[in-house]
């Protein structure tokens, strides 16, 4: 028998260690690890290089500055480069999923480089009752947007496919809705992923650091601060705790929010956590400019070092980029902190900078790497054993990295919708060569070789 392709070479990372095999795959699938190489169409040498599970960003935002019918070209096309096989999309749509839905996953299936995934975000509330219609569709996680509400309450979604403007709407995430939200949830056995930032304390903070005349990222901080997520994840957790929900939290990057939810999972509450590279590299005592403004605020470097323990210890599940396709131009809209856009590109330098930063420098390894990346994610959001692992049966989306490869991350290079980066200029140590997703290699050395429309939408079941 002959078999599509066989990796040889390679240092192949299970959960638990690592293994020198050659891998088999054949129809898109993984089929042995194996000291021979069988008869085969494509000989993958890897020698010197290590073999990870493709890179899952379980946080990206696209569709909102440029169309799906176009952002899902640029973005799949910049997280295959960076490692990344699998990207989840925060879809924040208005008016009815019911309505709306369908063109958006019949346009992503023409465009997407590399499989997707969605979570559907619930905004107003004629959608917490079509949480159950997502769900028939493959979807089985939601967004709750905590830090929308009063002066602070402005919001942009999805564009419809095709469309060019930005749709700018208002969101008033009360309280009562977001207890009816993770009770839909819980009812549905579904995560709910939250945005842990309390409204009313961050519309305070910013109307009080305008007045002062404050400006600059401690500024920004300042204005949105600890007590605010920390309020809302007690929140959360007394409502997910009462029906039963799992909670997400997203983007955690304080040593606050840290201590709030290990209290709460103390408590009982079923809770995951997931942070950022921006939250384990950039804080505002060392960042000029306003490119690293986001929500939650990059914090100390003391919250830095909180961040690195927690994901050593296993207090921290998973790492998305939080990914913003949006442009400079956009970003940069005035000359205060205030006028700027919150959020920024990510989603391809997520590995390199876990490999530089994490696994190069001795912080973590390639086990935790991997697990962080890839099978915990898998796991939560009902995607393992199909993903997430390089296990025979599973689909064959591996990523190839060059441990001691060295390059300065640039935007050009990258490519995508986004013409800057906050990591520009970065020199790293550890970068994806290869990027295999189902079988078929999509990048080569920031080269595309893959075709847009290859990409599949995964469609999730929810977990027993």
Same mark, same amino acid.
């Given at each position: ?8 070479g !390679? ?7 690592m293994?020198?095999?050659n891998i ?6 993984? +089929?042995?690890l194996t000291? %021979?190489?069988p ?15 493709g +890179?899952i960003?379980p946080?990206?935002?696209y569709?909102? $500055?440029?169309?799906?019918d176009?952002?899902a ?7 295959a480069?960076?490692?990344v096989?699998t990207m989840?999309?925060m879809?924040r749509?208005s008016g ?5 839905l369908k063109t958006h *996953?019949?346009e992503?299936s023409?465009a &997407?480089? @590399? %499989? $997707?995934?969605?979570h559907a975000? @619930?905004?107003?509330?004629?959608q ?6 997502c769900k ?9 947007y905590?830090?929308l ?10 564009l ?18 977001v207890?009816k939200i993770i009770?839909?949830?819980a009812?549905?056995n579904c995560?709910v992923?939250?945005?842990a930032?309390?409204y009313?304390i ?8 305008k ?5 600059? *990222?401690?500024?920004?901080s300042q204005?949105?601060p ?5 309020k !809302?994840?007690?929140n ?10 799992? *909670? $997400?939290f997203? &983007?955690?990057g ?5 201590n ?10 079923k ?7 921006h939250?384990?590299t *950039? ?5 000029k400019g306003?490119l690293?403004? +986001?929500?939650?605020p990059i914090?100390?470097?003391q %919250?830095i070092d909180t961040?690195w323990?927690e994901?050593?210890?296993?207090g921290i599940d ?9 442009r400079l131009?956009?970003k940069?809209?005035g000359?205060?902190?205030w !006028? ?19 696994v190069n ?6 086990q935790q ?15 393992y ?8 049966g599973?689909?064959a ?7 001691k490869?060295?390059g300065k991350v640039?935007a050009?290079?990258?490519?995508g ?10 020199n ?5 060569v290869?990027?295999?997703v ?8 920031f080269k595309?070789?893959g075709?847009?429309g $290859?990409?599949?939408f ?7």
């Open positions: 028998m002959t078999v599509d392709a066989v990796i040889t !390679s240092h192949i990372i299970l959960q638990d260690r293994v020198d095999r088999i795959i054949n129809d898109g699938k993984i +089929v042995g000291n %021979d190489i008869q085969c169409d494509l000989k993958i040498k890897g020698d010197g290089l290590v073999s990870l599970p +890179v960003d946080h990206v935002h569709g909102v $500055y440029s169309p799906i176009e952002s070209i640029s973005e799949s096309k910049v997280a480069i960076g490692g096989t989840m999309r879809l749509l009815s999923y019911k309505r709306n *996953l019949v992503s023409k &997407h480089y @590399i %499989d $997707y995934s969605i975000s @619930i905004l107003y509330k004629n917490i009752d079509e949480m159950e219609y028939s569709k493959g979807i089985t996680s939601f967004k709750v905590m830090n509400g009063d002066e602070v309450g402005h919001i942009y979604m999805d419809q496919p095709g469309e060019k403007s930005l749709r700018e709407e208002r969101v008033e995430m009360t309280t009562d809705m207890e009770s839909k949830a009812s549905l995560t992923l939250i945005h930032e309390d009313q961050c519309s305070c903070g910013i109307k009080t650091a007045e002062k005349k404050m400006n600059g *990222l401690a500024a920004w204005s949105r600890i007590e605010s997520e920390v !809302s994840i007690n959360a957790s007394k409502f997910a705790r009462k029906s039963g929900c799992t *909670l $997400y997203v &983007h955690i304080s040593k606050g929010a840290i709030a939810i290990s209290k709460e999972r103390k408590n009982g509450t809770i995951h956590v997931e942070t950022c590279p939250y384990l *950039l804080s505002y005592e060392s960042q306003y690293a403004k +986001v929500m939650p914090r100390t470097s %919250d961040i323990q994901i050593q210890s296993g998973t790492i998305g980029t939080d990914h913003v396709a949006n131009k956009i940069l809209g000359d205060t902190i !006028s700027a856009l919150a959020g920024f590109p990510g989603v391809g330098t997520m590995l390199p900078i876990l490999l530089s930063e994490g420098k001795g912080r973590i390894n390639l790497l991997s697990n962080i990346t890839s099978q915990n994610t898998a796991r939560i959001f009902g995607m054993p199909k993903k997430g692992t390089i296990q025979k599973s689909d989306d591996i990523v190839l990295v060059d441990l490869k060295e640039s050009e290079i990258l490519g919708f986004s013409d800057y980066n906050v990591f520009e200029g970065w790293l140590k550890g970068w994806p290869k990027t295999m189902r079988g078929n290699i999509v990048t080569e050395d595309m070789i075709k847009p $290859y990409g599949k995964v469609s999730r079941p929810v977990l027993s």
